[in-house]
């Protein structure tokens, strides 16, 4: 029986946001219009932006050179490696999309250490890009229509049964599956960010809806730390 590691993309392997990357640089050219806070879909949005982009002249070269420039968090990619090189299958679990994730992953090495990505589906036609929903849901009030990532987690876990369980995250829709890990499982939140704000909520309130170690992490040198001591003793 395999180890699994589901890891978040923005703000938890990628030190930036895919999306706001892209938002920002549309805005040196022609600002797109503004997301509303009351709209909780996201998805929708973001393919707004992309027509915007378009009609901006925003080549699909100027939207991947973009994102590929993102940096990657402290020790991810000695992470992955690690968790790929020791039998693990990782999964990437994210509210992005598959063209942003796949072109990064690939251009700083990453791709073939990963089972699966698990993310909107993204596709270029004539030079413009199109997003669509991973899902449609409506059982899950905490996520958006798109994407409920304990959802994902639990059809995943269902056909391929694991021996640990990890879950590297950072924001709030990382909050979700963390609270429907098993206790043998570990969440790792990224520390100072909403999900180790969510976590810490939980756990000091007098039934903790998160039941699996937690374990905040800075860099991600501290998860394979935990994960494998021996190997960091090494290095």
Known sequence: MASVAFFDFDRTIVDDDSDATIINKLR????????????????????DVFEHAYSAGLSEEDI????ASMKPNL??????????????????????????????LTEHGLLQYITNVITNRAFWRHSRLYIEPYMKQTSCPRCPKNLCKSEALRRWCSERPARRIVYVGD?????????????????FPRRGYPLDDLVKKTLSSP???????????????????????????DN
């Open 28 to 47: 040196e050219k022609k600002p797109p219009p503004d997301w509303e806070s009351s709209n909780h879909d996201w998805t929708p949005y973001m393919s």
């Open 64 to 67: 991947l050179s973009c994102i």
């Open 75 to 104: 020790g991810v990619q000695q992470l992955i490696r690690t968790l790929s090189q020791q039998g693990w299958e990782i999964v990437v679990i994210t509210d992005a999309n598959s063209v942003f994730v796949n072109h990064w």
């Open 171 to 187: 924001g709030r829709n990382d909050y979700c599956p963390a609270t429907s890990l098993p206790p043998h499982a570990t969440v």
């Open 207 to 233: 039934n903790p809806q998160v039941k699996a170690k937690v374990i905040p992490w800075d860099n991600c040198y501290r998860i394979l730390q935990e994960l494998y001591p021996d190997i960091m003793a």
